[in-house]
């Protein structure tokens, strides 16, 4: 029977991460030569890490299903990140940012690792400056900083839209670094299929060579799984198409808990679908609503050219509903304003699904260069997927599947109900509750990999010092590289007739439709019907050509898509589960006379993780109750 237990520390809030970090056992230099210590994925947070571990003495493998550590998709962070430094003097603080993100993700996160996210945030930026991270200046020579969705202070720091790219290009020199000096050792074109646990302790994983398709053992005496998240079991998303699930889901098969997996963040600033032959959606930074203004025209099934709509007959309708924060609110609320406005026949371009985002008005104020020195290789990537030059007339953004809030449970030491298995970043559930506040997902999986994953593994190691290397020839690495081998050959078995795109895309198209911005108990017992429908036939028509011990990339899509299907059905349990509204998981049937959501905090203030029971069975629900000593609960807003 497993029993939660978050091993959040007593104390003042202020107070738990330091004396936590006091109480921490250490591991002495000579024995860190001795322990080694495998991450997976090399965006911010697994490089990170990573590369901490590594510079601590441990011995590090890390590994990527990229050719390279700077492809992983913290890359296409562009925004900013988030830290409480207040160079503005504008009221911020660490504790009005723990604030912020609590109130932001509707309740719904544990207290005491938020405000550690917000406490280490300040080291994360002098850290990354110290990396040579170009982040932006003012005229005196600080660090500039803008605002972002549900605040009113500015605390996001930029390097004009590249802000993942400039970190993560600063991450993989530290990464480098340890490589070169032989602490990490680097596997790239690696997917991983499966943790191995041998007397109920993480031991080491099984993966596969993308390039030969040789199935291989890893050994270590920890487990770090820095993976990201599942936006993509939508199909369409912003996510990188490689982004999975797999890794984490095969942790979760394993005995790690899967917690809130129907929290997934919908982002509202993305360029809408323009074709059926689609694969992807781009993202348009949410730092563009800090000067772009968000509006659809006053009557419905107006199709002049938006520069022919005159203020008078234009509805900025995010500035008429939330005066306070306006433009600037929390993703989750402006998602839904967006498909409210265009599902009531307001909505733009020929599908009806888009609204403007305009920057006329800032452009007229502060000039086209002031504009552009902000925002530029946005606009640039925008004109170069539309044909359209935002400098002259409005983007055109509609909301998209992107973060995941979900993910494997944790205590507040990072680690999975599995011993020595690990999860931090976007992998792990723990910080952002029901939706994530802009600029704290690079925020969080820096800090998780560079000041707190190296103090809490530690705690945990010392009791290894004197345990030899694991050896992978042991009966539990036997048992699950078998059983990585049968479900390869089951899949290239089925020899059917259909790609897996085809499967995925008709998946995603069932979970956005029914799991997605909106949900409803009916709509998702639909939902959960179709699938089980889509998934035997998959199990049926499948066709993957080429053969498993080669390069084969329709193989890498459909392990990722089997899985998917698992995700989508823990999805629907969850969003079933929870009868109420909270941030990103809107039901329909909870919700304000305003049409804002509606939370039920008296049978709902908790963490729902998941236990796996099998395949296609009912999993079991496992509740951690979640304790606002430091805030208020009250109802969110922004009006």
């Known amino acids: 029977m497993i029993k939660l237990d978050s091993k959040i520390p007593e104390g003042p809030i202020a107070e738990k991460w330091s004396k936590h970090k006091n109480s921490l056992r250490l591991v002495n230099p000579a024995n860190k030569k001795k322990l080694e210590i495998i991450v997976v994925g090399t965006g911010l947070a697994g490089a990170s890490a990573a590369s901490s571990l590594g510079e601590l003495g441990y011995n590090v493998k890390v590994f990527c299903f990229q050719d390279t550590p700077r492809?992983?998709?913290?890359?296409?962070?562009?925004?900013?990140?988030?830290?409480?430094?207040?160079?503005?003097?504008?009221?911020?603080?660490?504790?009005?940012?723990?604030?912020?993100?609590?109130?932001?993700?509707?309740?719904?996160?544990?207290?005491?690792?938020?405000?550690?996210?917000?406490?280490?945030?300040?080291?994360?930026?002098?850290?990354?400056?110290?990396?040579?991270?170009?982040?932006?200046?003012?005229?005196?020579?600080?660090?500039?900083?803008?605002?972002?969705?549900?605040?009113?202070?500015?605390?996001?720091?930029?390097?004009?839209?590249?802000?993942?790219?400039?970190?993560?290009?600063?991450?993989?020199?530290?990464?480098?670094?340890?490589?070169?000096?032989?602490?990490?050792?680097?596997?790239?074109?690696?997917?991983?299929?499966?943790?191995?646990?041998?007397?109920?302790?993480?031991?080491?994983?099984?993966?596969?060579?993308?390039?030969?398709?040789?199935?291989?053992?890893?050994?270590?005496?920890?487990?770090?799984?820095?993976?990201?998240?599942?936006?993509?079991?939508?199909?369409?998303?912003?996510?990188?198409?490689?982004?999975?699930?797999?890794?984490?889901?095969?942790?979760?098969?394993?005995?790690?808990?899967?917690?809130?997996?129907?929290?997934?963040?919908?982002?509202?600033?993305?360029?809408?679908?323009?074709?059926?032959?689609?694969?992807?959606?781009?993202?348009?930074?949410?730092?563009?609503?800090n000067d772009g203004r968000v509006w659809v025209p006053k009557e419905k099934g107006d199709k002049r050219h938006p520069n022919s709509i005159t203020e008078e007959e234009r509805d900025y309708y995010l500035e008429r509903r939330y005066p306070a924060f306006g433009n600037l609110v929390p993703r989750d609320v402006a998602s839904r304003a967006a498909k409210e406005r265009c599902d009531a026949g307001y909505g733009v371009g020929d599908t009806g699904l888009s609204v403007y985002l305009d920057f006329k008005d800032s452009i007229a104020k502060q000039g086209q260069k002031a504009i552009q020195d902000k925002y530029g290789n946005l606009f640039e990537m925008y004109e170069k997927i539309t044909g359209i030059n935002p400098y002259n007339e409005p983007m055109r953004i509609y909301p998209a599947g992107h973060y995941t809030m979900g993910g494997l449970w944790v205590d507040y030491n990072l680690m999975t109900t599995i011993p020595g298995?690990?999860?931090?970043?976007?992998?792990?559930?723990?910080?952002?509750?029901?939706?994530?506040?802009?600029?704290?997902?690079?925020?969080?999986?820096?800090?998780?990999?560079?000041?707190?994953?190296?103090?809490?593994?530690?705690?945990?190691?010392?009791?290894?010092?004197?345990?030899?290397?694991?050896?992978?020839?042991?009966?539990?690495?036997?048992?699950?590289?078998?059983?990585?081998?049968?479900?390869?050959d089951r899949l290239m078995a089925v020899n059917g007739t259909q790609t897996t795109s085809s499967f995925h895309k008709r998946l995603g198209k069932i979970l956005w439709d029914h799991c997605g911005m909106f949900r409803n108990a009916e709509g998702l017992k639909k939902g959960r019907e179709l699938l089980d429908q889509l998934e035997e036939e998959f199990w049926k028509e499948i066709k993957i050509p080429g053969t498993p011990d080669e390069l084969n990339q329709e193989l890498e899509k459909a392990i990722k898509v089997a899985d998917f299907f698992e995700v989508g059905r823990l999805m629907i349990e969850d969003a079933l589960a929870r009868n109420e509204s909270c941030g990103a998981h809107f039901r329909e049937e909870y919700q304000t006379e305003q049409g804002e959501a509606k939370r039920d905090d008296a049978n709902y203030a908790y963490v729902a993780a998941w236990e796996y029971h099998g395949h296609a069975k009912k999993p079991a629900l496992h509740k951690e109750p979640l304790k606002f000593e430091f805030v208020e609960l009250k109802e969110r807003s922004y009006k």
């Open 71 to 289: 492809r992983a998709h913290s890359v296409a962070a562009q925004g900013g990140i988030n830290a409480a430094k207040n160079y503005k003097n504008d009221g911020d603080s660490v504790h009005r940012l723990f604030y912020d993100m609590v109130k932001g993700g509707d309740y719904r996160a544990r207290e005491a690792n938020v405000y550690r996210a917000a406490e280490v945030s300040n080291q994360v930026i002098d850290h990354y400056t110290a990396l040579g991270v170009p982040f932006a200046r003012d005229y005196g020579g600080a660090l500039d900083n803008r605002s972002f969705g549900g605040v009113q202070v500015s605390r996001t720091f930029y390097a004009k839209g590249q802000t993942g790219q400039q970190c993560l290009l600063g991450t993989y020199s530290s990464l480098s670094r340890q490589i070169a000096k032989g602490r990490v050792k680097m596997y790239s074109r690696r997917d991983m299929l499966d943790v191995v646990v041998i007397d109920g302790k993480a031991r080491g994983i099984i993966t596969r060579n993308l390039i030969t398709g040789e199935i291989e053992r890893h050994g270590a005496h920890a487990v770090v799984l820095a993976t990201g998240g599942y936006g993509t079991v939508f199909y369409l998303s912003t996510l990188a198409l490689g982004s999975n699930a797999t890794a984490a889901w095969s942790a979760h098969k394993k005995g790690a808990l899967f917690a809130n997996p129907s929290f997934i963040q919908i982002h509202p600033t993305s360029i809408p679908v323009l074709n059926d032959y689609q694969c992807k959606l781009t993202l348009m930074s949410e730092s563009l609503r």
């Open 421 to 488: 298995l690990y999860a931090i970043g976007e992998s792990n559930f723990s910080d952002h509750g029901a939706n994530r506040l802009g600029a704290s997902s690079l925020m969080q999986c820096s800090g998780d990999g560079y000041f707190i994953l190296p103090y809490t593994i530690s705690d945990y190691l010392a009791d290894d010092i004197r345990t030899p290397k694991t050896d992978t020839n042991h009966l539990e690495f036997e048992r699950a590289e078998k059983e990585v081998k049968d479900r390869i």
